[in-house]
């Protein structure tokens, strides 16, 4: 299932800096950054590989036909900074989870995750950290 | 039994003599935070209601252009000859696409940054980095001896240390022409120098890095100089990288790295 998210989140974005989404290259340049997408499927694999980590999920499209998403996110190194684990993610492999980010400009299912829901409703999001610099 | 006596009153001599080798410097020994602009995102985990924000330490993401006691006077970005500031333009306008970073390539010296660890020996300092590309090392000789003359140009050079009183200076040369010193385009040629200087402020490391390069630059660029907070995050060994987003990108806009 894929939706489009509020108005407050495309409003989130638009005033947050670009780089919540890491970049590794520049995300305007291959993410539609004015639209926040959320889909929800089965995880079917996760990459811990650099630059990013790499999720794949089966969605039901808009006609009932299952679409293969590949979300990316910061890499490795960062996750591990923050505590989390390719495990953390792995365990969900065959169950339901919702990823919502921003999706890429060629309108190919791949995007960039900023949020997963879990199974088990744990909420991991990406957000803007306070840079003393 | 004389032979016995003679070998421990010996090492009874050099034993306070190694540890005084050892004391005469500062130790940098340790492991230190990245110095590297990461993602600038901290991590909100909602785990039944009860919410938590996790932050990474990015003090060191940029150089610190204010007072760093012990930093020399340094320039935001480097001066290249005229003849080549066509070229540098061009890397920056496309460097998304170019940029060998960006591609899994090798950083190389000073872009890497400085070290995730290190370990200070006797007669060698030994640098550990960790890097998307992979997990680089470099054995530095603090022993007096030269430059090899028979290394082979590498991404992280051939490097000899020496103490500047409190100040650990490495030199390092020899270095392959295809890394670029910083994300704006700044190619080199192979006659690149940098020199790195290293000291402790308080329990903080202080990084500064110098490029010489009287091929493409009309002087040494003195970077500014990183503060870098000691860590308590080990190292461990990087993922392969995978670049699949090069066929991506739709126009030419910046990445906001290193």
């Known amino acids: ?133 | 039994m004389l032979k016995r006596r003679l070998t421990s009153f010996a090492c009874a001599a050099l034993l306070p003599a190694i540890a005084l080798a050892q004391q005469a410097h500062p130790d940098l020994s340790g492991v230190w935070s990245y110095a590297i602009d990461r993602a600038p995102a901290a991590l909100k985990k909602d785990v039944n209601g009860v919410v938590t924000i996790q932050k990474i330490d990015q003090s060191a993401r940029h150089g610190d252009a204010t007072s760093v006691a012990g930093a020399l006077p340094s320039t935001p970005r480097p001066s290249y000859k005229p003849e080549h500031l066509a070229k540098v333009k061009d890397l920056f306008d496309h460097e998304s696409k170019v940029d060998p970073v960006f591609y899994c390539g090798r950083p190389g010296v000073p872009r890497i940054g400085s070290p995730r660890k290190i370990v200070q020996l006797l007669n060698e300092t030994i640098f550990f980095y960790e890097d998307i590309s992979g997990d680089p090392y470099r054995i530095i000789p603090t022993d007096g001896r030269a430059h090899r003359a028979n290394a082979n140009p590498s991404h992280y050079g051939d490097s000899v240390g020496r103490w500047e009183g409190r100040v650990f200076v490495v030199d390092a040369r020899n270095f392959v022409d295809d890394t670029w010193f910083g994300e704006d385009g700044y190619f080199h040629s192979p006659e690149m120098r940098v020199i790195e200087r290293l000291w402790m402020v308080g329990e903080n490391l202080v990084w500064q890095a110098t490029v010489e390069d009287p091929v493409v630059l009309t002087a040494p660029w003195v970077m500014p100089p990183r503060l870098i907070r000691p860590s308590k995050e080990s190292l461990e060994e990087s993922p392969k990288c995978v670049e699949t987003d090069g066929h991506k990108l739709l126009n030419d806009d910046h990445h906001l790295q290193r």
């Open chain 1, 1 to 133: 299932m894929r939706q489009r998210i509020s108005v407050w989140a495309v409003a989130f974005l638009l005033l947050s800096p670009a780089s919540l989404v890491w970049a590794h290259h520049s995300p305007s340049a291959i993410f539609d950054m004015s639209t926040r997408i959320s889909v929800t499927g089965t995880l079917t694999k996760i990459d811990w590989i650099n630059p990013h980590i790499v999720l794949a999920m089966d969605a039901k499209g808009d006609g009932g036909t299952i679409e293969h998403w590949t979300f990316e996110s910061n890499p490795p190194s960062w996750y591990r900074s923050v505590g989390l684990a390719r495990a953390d993610f792995a365990k969900a492999i065959g169950q339901t989870i919702t990823v919502e980010g921003v999706r890429a400009r060629d309108r190919t299912p791949f995007g960039y995750m900023q949020k997963i829901v879990l199974p088990d409703g744990t909420s991991l999001e990406l957000i803007n950290s306070a840079d003393p610099k």
